[in-house]
């Protein structure tokens, strides 16, 4: 155990107990009662830890449990490969290495349900009101009927009324079409998802017609950092891309959304013989990226792009790149939903990812 988790496990204990070590208090239930040793497999090898033990109430510390349910469900995913016939000579070190020497059907079977129980708390459970919602989408490698297809991962993450983030919902498809999209959505809606005053996603055509379909009226604002690359394409040669990028810049360092139509404007004016394709595609997606401005001033950097979105996936695949080639569906789901819980758990108890302020 590192001191950081011994020194956090302690202080569990102490809540628990409802005393810290030597207090003398009414409010007691309990009394420490020394360690217990516990071996933990992980992706970086075996960890011995010293569990804080205690009497007459039962303990066990959340932050031990704290990051097991993505372990177990990437080494399940990894057993399966191993299973169903189809690991290769790395899989099976990993296989041996993390879950042990024997290993059956019927053991993955046992194992996975119990943990698909716990994960679908988690992935159906009511969602609330969220002031800002962000969507998107990546692929993963998973086998299917004896080939190999890339599945589409949509993900979506809100803040809430406090200004916290929480992971949404997540979903596999075979693409990005609107009937996939739709579905997500109204998934999100079922579960109770409400007062939605902005969307932040990619231009993705599918989920456009998806969110107008099931989200009629919120506004959406298009990711300026995906929308800045686009406008790179429309450089007329390598050496005009960093003067476009700069021109892209000062449009949206502007002051308000006033000021950003103007130099919008100016920017056609001066550039539409010169780049006659870059200022007509800027015509018709530039005005795209400025809903943010609608909103509070101190949200601007948080809501006009997707990168939020983008550090989640980049997490995720960090995780899954482990097993590289996932054996079903279901395993791939299960490793993202097991990630997904735990960066969802550090959000809703870390400090506020937007600064809301307090009304009436």
């Known amino acids: 155990m590192t001191s950081n988790q011994n020194y956090a496990s302690l202080i569990e204990q102490g809540e628990a107990l409802q005393a810290h070590p030597y207090q003398r208090t009414d409010e007691r239930k309990g009394y420490a009662n020394g ?28 932050c031990l449990d ?15 490969m191993y299973v169903n016939g189809v690991s290769t000579r790395r899989v099976k070190r990993i296989t041996e290495e993390l879950c042990g020497l024997e290993i059956s059907s019927t053991q993955v079977s046992r ?3 119990l943990l698909d129980e716990e994960l679908e708390k988690f992935r159906s459970r009511p969602l609330g009101n969220m002031r800002y919602v962000y969507l998107d989408a990546r692929y993963e490698k998973v086998r299917k009927n004896g080939s190999v297809r890339d599945l589409a991962v949509f993900t979506a993450i809100g803040v809430n009324e406090k200004g ?3 992971v949404l919902g997540i979903s596999y498809e075979l693409s990005e079409a609107e009937i996939h ?3 997500f959505l109204e998934s999100l809606l079922k579960r109770g998802l409400t007062g939605v005053q902005l969307i932040i996603s990619d231009d993705h055509a599918g989920l456009k017609k998806a969110r107008q379909a099931v989200l009629p009226g919120t506004a959406w604002q298009r990711c300026y950092f995906h929308l800045a690359q686009n406008a790179g394409h429309y450089a007329p040669n390598q050496s005009a891309k960093k003067a476009v990028g700069l021109l892209i810049r000062d449009i949206y360092n502007a002051p308000n959304k006033e000021e950003a139509k103007s130099r919008l404007r100016s920017a056609i004016n001066l550039h539409e013989k010169k780049w006659p394709h870059l200022t007509k595609w800027m015509e018709e997606n530039c005005e795209k990226s400025m809903s943010f401005y609608d909103y509070p001033s101190e949200h601007w950097r948080k809501i006009r792009t997707n990168n939020v979105s983008k550090r989640l996936n980049q997490e995720i695949q960090r995780r899954t790149s482990v097993a590289r080639l996932f054996p079903n569906r279901e395993s791939c789901l299960r490793v ?4 997904f819980a735990e960066i969802h758990e550090d959000w809703v108890s870390d400090k506020s990812y937007i600064t809301v302020k307090n009304q009436g």
Not at 39 to 60: D, E, S
């Open 35 to 62: 360690f217990k040793n516990k071996m933990l497999q992980t992706r970086m090898g075996k960890l011995q830890l010293h569990v804080p033990k205690t009497r007459n109430i039962p303990f066990y510390p959340k």
């Open 66 to 80: 704290k990051g097991t349910r993505s372990e177990r469900a990437l080494r399940l995913a990894i057993a399966e």
């Open 111 to 113: 194992v996975s349900k």
């Open 164 to 166: 916290r983030r929480e």
């Open 181 to 183: 999209w739709r579905s």
């Open 336 to 339: 993202s939903i097991a990630v």
